[in-house]
């Protein structure tokens, strides 16, 4: 396998049918990797809906039950639900098969996943970069991952042909795919991802705070600056919690240029004002390049 | 005058030729509102484009060359140098006519421009709500306000008919016209804009500071929470200095917000984190509604 090489799974069950696993159960459709896809969630209602939809072929009343038979398992839930499940399906997988998830916490998380897998049962960690405040499958499409990076992790442990045969799929959907220790993504996203949204809530917070009337004042930058806000609290509770330390870490340093500024501001002190934001300005507008 | 009512202008000239300058010249000419455009700016070279584009129908080498024989001058400078421009064209203006701003900021700044005003020319402070990272002409567009707030701001001593040629003109442009005081504006808009630039700015210096490298790794989050931190630096140390009691006030709300979240995750208080992201997200998505 590898990259530009054919993955096809005969039987591929995705557990949790939100933006995530539904965006990928329809890439995956679009270049045919799979024979049969089997869908698995808490709401009954929302697989239905995947079915009807070509989501998913069918679904089943139990995680046990839809990952029976099937070569590759992607786990698509809320992080914070992952292992319960990972635990809940061991005895049901086939020998030989593959299980992936995609969520936005690695690190510890994936040994743990990793040591919860039955033997001659591969684990393989992913984070597709591709959320958004939305999770629900009406925002799902099969080109949600063109061009957006996916993170693998393998470790030490990681079977070289199931990490192959990964990377080979995500190729597949249009992703760019990274190799990487699943510590240093976590450090990475806590700083790209994970402070952003811790950001974004409390901005929110603090206009409530203040007076919630003024949101209809915002403009553009409000808007933009806020848009994560409405992210899930279940799911952003759950990565924030498990990326902790991470974290904290990162927001100490956010604390600091924010005091920064507003020392700045306390002392009138416009050329400090402009070196803050110039040097903030420079960073952001090499991104867009 | 009045909303639905034509307002005409012989000549208008409109002294800072960027984004919000060149979109207001370009919807007050789809709407025909005026005979003659002049410009004036700080760059020969701009103003050159600005004619070329079509913009402006003509520039002079002076501010108090360019608003000579005008009924209406719009001042759409950075707002650090608006009060120097009002002085400066001070003697040029001809009696009658109307001087309005697109400041971000007004408060005091309201005041100081109206005692700038010589006799028989009235003063009116607008604001539209159509700002965004961009600040260039290469942005403008004369469908900019339709449908955008704009925040007008009379005093006590406000002439009755400038008024409401002021709220006819941006009426005519498209935009939501809102008559407010100065003060109670600047209150608003320190919470709803101001204080998230800052916040953008901030987050984009911790990125710096611990990892810049990192951004290479963003998604949609960090590039939509970060957006307004690619805004000009010297108009929002202008903004910021300017508008620094209120905007000190709402960092400090913002600090206590962000300060609760670190401590829900700190004690490792799920419930509480929880609680933070359902308040933010509540009152984010009710704006979209």
């Known amino acids: 396998m590898g990259k530009g090489n054919k993955v096809y799974f005969k039987?591929?069950?995705?557990?949790?049918?939100?933006?995530?696993?539904?965006?990928?159960?329809?890439?995956?459709?679009?270049q045919k990797l799979y024979g049969e896809i089997i869908g698995f969630g808490r709401k009954e209602e929302n697989l239905a809906r995947a079915k009807e939809r070509g989501i998913i072929d069918d679904y089943r009343k139990s995680a046990a039950a839809a990952v029976e038979g099937a070569d590759l398992v992607i786990l698509a839930t809320?992080?914070?639900?992952l292992a319960g499940f990972a635990g809940e399906i061991g005895p049901a997988l086939m020998k030989g098969s593959i299980v992936t998830d995609v969520g936005s916490v690695k690190g510890a998380l994936v040994s743990?996943?990793?040591?919860?897998?039955?033997?001659?049962?591969?684990?393989?960690?992913?984070?597709?970069?591709?959320?958004?405040?939305?999770?629900?499958?009406?925002?799902?499409?099969?080109?949600?991952?063109?061009?957006?990076?996916?993170?693998?992790?393998?470790?030490?442990?990681?079977?070289?042909?199931?990490?192959?045969?990964?990377?080979?799929?995500?190729?597949?959907?249009?992703?760019?795919?990274?190799?990487?220790?699943a510590f240093r993504h976590?450090?990475?996203?806590?700083?790209v991802s994970h402070m952003p949204h811790m950001v974004a809530y409390a901005l929110v917070n603090a206009v409530e705070a203040v007076d919630p009337g003024c949101v209809t004042y915002s403009g553009g930058g409000f808007r933009d600056t806020t848009r994560i806000a409405a992210s899930s609290p279940e799911l952003w509770r759950d990565i924030a919690l498990m990326n902790r330390d991470n974290l904290l870490r990162v927001l100490a340093a956010f604390r600091a240029?924010?005091?920064?500024?507003?020392?700045?501001?306390?002392?009138?002190?416009?050329?400090?004002?402009?070196k803050e934001f110039s040097r903030a300005q420079k960073l952001r507008m090499s991104i867009d390049k």
Request: net charge negative; glycine share 10%; aromatic share 4%.
């Open 257 to 274: 240029s924010m005091s920064e500024i507003e020392r700045c501001l306390e002392e009138n002190d416009g050329d400090g004002i402009e």
């Open 11 to 30: 039987r591929v069950a995705v557990l949790g049918v939100g933006l995530i696993g539904a965006s990928t159960a329809l890439a995956m459709r679009e």
């Open 78 to 81: 809320p992080v914070g639900i």
């Open 112 to 181: 743990e996943l990793e040591s919860l897998m039955p033997e001659e049962v591969h684990f393989i960690g992913s984070h597709p970069i591709a959320g958004s405040d939305k999770s629900g499958i009406d925002d799902a499409r099969g080109n949600l991952f063109t061009g957006a990076r996916c993170i693998v992790t393998p470790t030490a442990r990681s079977d070289r042909q199931a990490l192959e045969k990964v990377v080979s799929m995500w190729e597949a959907t249009g992703a760019v795919v990274e190799c990487m220790d």
């Open 186 to 191: 976590d450090e990475i996203f806590a700083l």
